[in-house]
Every structure is written in C-alpha cells, then in structure tokens.
C-alpha cells in the first residue's frame, strides 16, 4: 500500500528542524509520495531545494492569498520561469482566504488569476486554498475556465457541500485533510461520500490540522495514513483500495510527477 500527501509544508517550523526523520516516519508508514507546498516567493528556492535532494519530494510554486499583498506585483513571467523546474509539478498554493482578510481582496483575486493563466499556459495543476470566499472563487473559475482549460484541485477542502459540488461540476479535484476526522466536521464528514473515487485526494498540510488521534501535536506527512484511514470508513471502503485510488489520482492529476 502506498499514499501521497498531495500537501505538506516541509520548510515550515514543526517539520523543517527535523527533516529527514519527518520524511523517514512519513515512509514507515506508508507514505511514498510528497508535494512540498510553497505559499512565498522566499521559500520557492528551499522548496525546490528539498525537491531536488528527496526522490519521492516533489514541488509547487505559488503565493497563498495571506501574502499576496507582499506579492502585488508578481507577474506570469516569474512564475513561468520558476515552474519550469523540473522538480516543480504544481502552481499554488493560491487562492482566495475572506477569514482573516491577511490581504487586499481586490490583490487576492488578481494573483489568484495570474495563477490560473500559468497553469493554463504550462499546463501544470493549480493548487487552491479557499476559505469563506466561495461565491467569488466559483466566479474567478468560471470565467477563467471560459477563457481555456486548466487543471486545478481545491486542497484541504471545508467548504459546503454546494461549493464541492460545483467545482466537481467544473471538473476539479477535491483533497481532504486531517480536518474530516475532526468531531465537528459533520457536514465535511457527510460530503466526503460524494466525492468520485477518480476526483479524491488525501492530504496532511501539516504541521498544521494533526488528524485524530493526534489532535494537539504537530501535524507530520505520515498522519495521512489517519485521514486515508478515516475516509476510506466514512465511503465504505478499504484502506488500500483508497490509497490505490488516491494514489493513482495524484500521479494521473500531477503528470510532471512521473517524468
């Protein structure tokens, strides 16, 4: 049985300081696949550099939302240039976050757009954080996804059941983290049914949102065998063939990832 975390943050305090042994017990535990997630352009270079030393690491290259204001001026060509590595199989994480409002929404929206037009020039997937701005991300995709096609998943999916259903409408790929084993996720609990076997990914976005049973801690890559565990209860099905799926999703989605 093998898994994939389709999202971890690997340069993030909680992992960074003990690297190698995160990524040891991550693959005790089964986990033989890694996306490195960046979310600033001054980790792009630390990201890749993992990428390059770690076989089953792989990396993406983007600005969360919360930073884009730091990042207003971005333009493709920068992008274009970085994802170009061979190592780097995915553009975000990118996106849209009302919550905290960290960033100008007006700058969110337009870096989230320059985004999609590299995914859509290079072809490499879109990694995309939402968070209580459903409604503006489903205008944002519909209008872009009119202009020409482009792969995408929503990562460390919480939204309503509405909004899944939408973006699975636009062809997206949906990934569930720890956050679906939590005791008051009921309604995420209920929806991760719906989800087509050939749409799911599973993910830790660790260090943060440790999985039951180890709420508390900092999250690590091989907790994804939890949640994989988890969900696979919750749709009626094995462990392994979750993890095959899953497994098999990823590499289908992240192409890069197999060259």
């Known amino acids: 049985m093998t898994l994939i975390d389709s999202h971890c943050h690997l340069e993030y305090e909680g992992l960074a300081e003990d690297q190698r042994g995160v990524l040891e017990r991550a693959r005790a535990a089964g986990v033989g696949g890694f996306l490195n997630i960046s979310t600033r352009r001054g980790e792009w270079g630390r990201v890749v550099g993992t990428a390059e030393r770690e076989p089953d690491v792989w990396a993406s290259i983007g600005i969360h939302p919360h930073e884009a204001d730091q990042h207003a001026d971005l333009g493709e060509a920068a992008l274009l240039e970085a ?61 872009e996804l009119g202009k020409g096609a482009f792969p995408a998943l929503i990562h460390c999916f919480t939204a309503s059941p509405a909004f899944g259903r939408k973006v699975l409408e636009l062809g997206l790929t949906i990934s569930l983290s720890g956050i679906v084993t939590f005791r008051n996720a009921k309604e995420l609990q209920e929806f991760a049914p719906e989800i087509p076997a050939d749409r799911l990914l599973v993910e830790t976005d660790s260090p943060f949102l440790a999985p039951v049973p180890h709420r508390g801690r900092p999250c690590e890559p091989a907790y994804v065998a939890d949640t994989a565990r988890f969900v696979a209860d919750l749709r009626g099905e094995s462990l392994e063939a979750l993890a095959e799926n899953t497994t098999r999703n990823f590499r289908g989605l992240f192409s890069k990832a197999a060259m």
């Open 83 to 143: 994802v170009a590595h061979p190592r780097v199989i995915g553009i975000g994480e990118t996106g849209l976050d009302y919550y905290y409002d960290k960033s100008d929404r007006q700058v969110q929206q337009a870096l989230f757009r320059t985004h999609i037009a590299v995914s859509r020039i290079n072809g490499l997937p879109l990694i995309i954080h939402t968070r209580d701005a459903e409604d503006d991300t489903v205008a944002i995709l519909e209008d």
